[in-house]
């Protein structure tokens, strides 16, 4: 014969209840110091525990710009991982950095040779001979690198494809443009030329571009000539200035 189960007090569930969330705060308690501080969630750059990052630039001297933009990438862990470039056009020069922020080479380039920082909607779909001057721009922004062929069957690295802007080997086909003689000049005032596209000298685009983006993919920052870097990249912050402001 079965016993009949006898019902619980208020007293007994008192007890039962109250014995059951010490339970739960001491399993809580317990899983915090347990689980890894990643698992937390991520530090801001604010927090203590925050070690400020910075990209290497090795012997090169970057302006202001390209280094406070590159550092921001590898503390922010904005590019993912992946290689990243650095596009100065005031400096017309390009800085590829591995996916921990070591600067694997830097070069001169040729840009385009309306300043600006925007696109012309539909530029893409013109006919270069279509193109005015003032549309010959190479626009500012935080871009997923891709390789592609151009229309004669060579490859290039794309930077914007709607807007039809790549980076690419230099091509010397008009010599009254001096294109090599360009890349070779020891200042950046005859740089700008281009349609839009960022030429590179062959050697560079070879060896190092495109082994970066072939090996992992790349996010390539060209930095701005008519705003701030803030106006530009969205989550962008200075780390210099992040970093006073932690040590107050």
């Known amino acids: 014969m079965t016993r009949p189960k006898e019902e619980p007090t208020t007293s007994t569930r008192s007890e039962f209840f109250e014995a059951l969330q010490k339970g739960l705060l001491l399993g809580a308690l317990a899983l915090l110091l347990i689980l890894p501080p990643l698992a937390r969630g991520p530090q801001s750059p604010q927090s203590p525990g925050h070690a400020v990052m910075r990209a290497n630039f090795g012997a ?3 302006s202001p710009e390209a280094r406070s933009v ?5 503390d922010s862990r904005d590019h993912k991982k992946m290689s990243f470039v650095i596009v100065d056009k005031k400096d017309a020069k390009v800085y590829v950095f591995s996916p921990s922020g070591q600067l ?5 380039a040729l ?26 721009t190479t626009p500012a922004g935080r871009f997923i690198a891709e390789l592609g062929m151009n229309t004669k069957g060579e ?19 008009v010599k009254s443009e001096q294109r090599l003689e360009r890349l070779a000049s ?16 062959p050697q560079f685009y070879e060896n190092t ?7 992992g993919g790349a996010v390539i920052y060209v930095l701005p000539e008519t705003r701030s870097p803030a106006e530009t990249f969205a989550a962008y912050y200075d780390v210099d200035a992040r970093l ?3 040590q107050r």
């Open 186 to 201: 020891p200042t950046p005032d005859d740089n700008r030329i281009s349609f839009g596209c960022i030429n590179l000298p």
């Open 60 to 62: 090169h001297q970057p």
């Open 209 to 215: 571009l495109k082994p970066a983006v072939q090996a």
């Open 70 to 74: 590159a550092d921001w990438v590898v």
């Open 155 to 173: 490859d290039i690295v794309w930077v914007d494809y709607d807007a039809a802007v790549s980076m690419h080997r230099v091509r010397a086909n």
């Open 244 to 246: 006073k402001l932690a």
């Open 111 to 136: 840009l385009g040779s309306a300043h600006g920082d925007n696109s012309v909607p539909g530029i893409g779909d013109k006919p270069l001979s279509q193109v005015l001057p003032e549309e010959k």
């Open 104 to 108: 694997k080479e830097a070069s001169v």
